[in-house]
């Protein structure tokens, strides 16, 4: 993450990539992990590229984040019908783009925050064998 530019600010939000069914679709937005949000959403002027319906992902569209620079998305989720599942899209003139990934994008996944580095890490779940 970069460093904070407000007073007390550590680290300021991420950027992330997104991709459309492992696509990049060369959009990159701030990105917030967070748990507290149920329903995912990307707030931004340029969703042309990202399928969707009466203001959300279409269910079944994979959306995938990545670091800027990167060529395959590090995560992704699955659009659906379901309350933790849909993706609204909001777009939002004159303001940055951002996207909130919601508790879904921990689901089967282990996310670590290195407060000390600025770093974000999310790997899958391996289950036991």
Excluded at 78 to 84: E, L, N, V
Aim: hydrophobic residues 40%.
């Amino acid at each position: 993450m970069a460093p904070g530019i407000l007073p007390g600010q550590h680290f300021s939000l991420p950027k992330a990539c997104l991709f459309v069914d492992r696509r990049p679709i060369e959009a990159c937005l701030l990105i917030s992990f967070d748990t507290g949000n149920g329903v995912p959403w990307i707030h931004s002027t340029d969703t042309g590229r990202i399928p969707q319906r009466d203001g959300l992902v279409e269910p079944g569209t994979s959306l995938g984040f990545a670091p800027p620079g990167e060529s395959q998305e590090t995560t992704s989720v699955i659009a659906g019908p379901g309350f933790a599942d849909k993706i609204k899209i909001l777009p939002i003139p004159r303001k940055p783009a951002i996207t909130n990934t919601s508790i879904q994008a921990f689901f089967d996944r282990i996310v670590t925050y290195d407060a000390a580095r600025g770093v974000i890490a999310v790997a899958p779940v391996v289950p036991n064998r």
